[in-house]
């Protein structure tokens, strides 16, 4: 499946007005799941969850405009080798993102955007993780 950027614009439009409760859903879900990954955090998370979201934004203003999103996603990724994050923590950060981004999108979520929203998270794994393990040497 490829990325439709049209349902992953609409559906990201339906869950903005959730922000912050959509981050917070993620890092409750992925702390759960992955009780190892939460001492790479810091104990309060609130201005974390904000980051998480506009870094989401960005990826989805920018969606059709390659060049800008890898940039980001490797300089995202570069500086992730410094807070401990590992490729293979990816699946379950894109489980719990998805988990969290199906929760409140509603309506707006058919196996279609699931699907788009997979492939996108592929992507993003792929170039974070590739950066991420450059830098981490
Ligand atoms: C969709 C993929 C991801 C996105 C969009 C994302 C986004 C972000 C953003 C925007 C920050 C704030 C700092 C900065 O901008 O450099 C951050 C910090 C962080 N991320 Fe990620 N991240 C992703 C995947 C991961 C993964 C796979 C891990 C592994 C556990 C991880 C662990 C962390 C940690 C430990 C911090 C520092 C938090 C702190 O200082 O408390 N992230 N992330």
Do not use: C
């Not at 988990?99 to 699931?114: M, S, Y």
Request: net charge negative.
């Amino acid at each position: 499946m490829t990325i439709n950027p049209v349902l992953i614009k609409s559906s990201f439009a339906a869950l903005e007005p959730h922000g912050p409760e959509v981050a917070a859903y993620f890092y409750r879900h992925l702390f759960e799941h992955n009780p190892g990954v939460r001492s790479l955090f810091a104990e309060h998370l609130g201005e974390q969850q904000d980051r998480l979201w506009s870094a989401l934004g960005a990826l989805v203003t920018h969606l059709e405009d390659t060049e800008t999103v890898v940039g980001l996603l490797q300089e995202l990724g570069r500086r992730h080798a410094g807070y401990g994050a590992l490729p293979a923590h990816f699946p379950a950060v894109g489980a719990s993102l998805l988990a969290a981004l199906r929760h409140f999108a509603g309506e707006e979520w058919t196996p279609e955007t699931e699907a788009s929203w997979t492939a996108v998270y592929g992507v993003v794994a792929e170039t974070m993780g590739q950066a991420l393990a450059e830098t981490s040497g």
